[in-house]
């Protein structure tokens, strides 16, 4: 069982700067791919970015490339999203999820085994 708990949302100006910060349970974190997911009102989640157990592979939506930066602490246990240059569009309640399959980075949300609670970005105009 992993307990995933997000950290570092809030409220800000666009173009402004925002580190979310992952802290997750357990003695095997650096074999689970993590990955931030988004839910904005009305909306489905979508994946934001992904990162392998060991930081060397990354993914990430077409929507934040060249903005935001996904990695990862494992000696801390601890997986970041660095936003920058951040747009209203970008609100939405921000989610760490934990996939424990041994495979390739996964996209989809339906393969993550372990969520946090969720963290709320706001970013006004």
């Known amino acids: 069982q992993v307990q995933l708990v997000e950290s570092g949302g809030g409220l800000l100006q666009g173009g402004g700067s925002l580190r979310l910060s992952c802290a997750a349970s357990?003695?095997?974190?650096?074999?689970?791919?993590m990955a931030w997911f988004r839910q904005a009102p009305g909306r489905e989640r979508e994946i934001v970015a992904c990162?392998?157990?060991?930081?060397?592979?990354?993914y990430y939506a077409e929507s934040v490339k060249g903005r935001f930066t996904i990695s990862r602490d494992n000696a801390k246990n601890t997986v970041y999203l660095q936003m920058n240059s951040l747009k209203p569009e970008d609100t939405a309640v921000y989610y760490c999820?934990?996939?424990?399959?041994?495979?390739?980075?996964?996209?989809?949300?339906?393969?993550?085994?372990?969520w946090g609670q969720g963290t709320q970005v706001t970013v006004s105009s």
């Open positions: 999820a934990a996939d424990q399959r041994p495979y390739g980075l996964a996209y989809l949300s339906q393969y993550y085994d372990y």
């Open positions: 990162i392998s157990g060991s930081g060397s592979d990354t």
């Open positions: 357990g003695r095997t974190f650096s074999s689970y791919n």
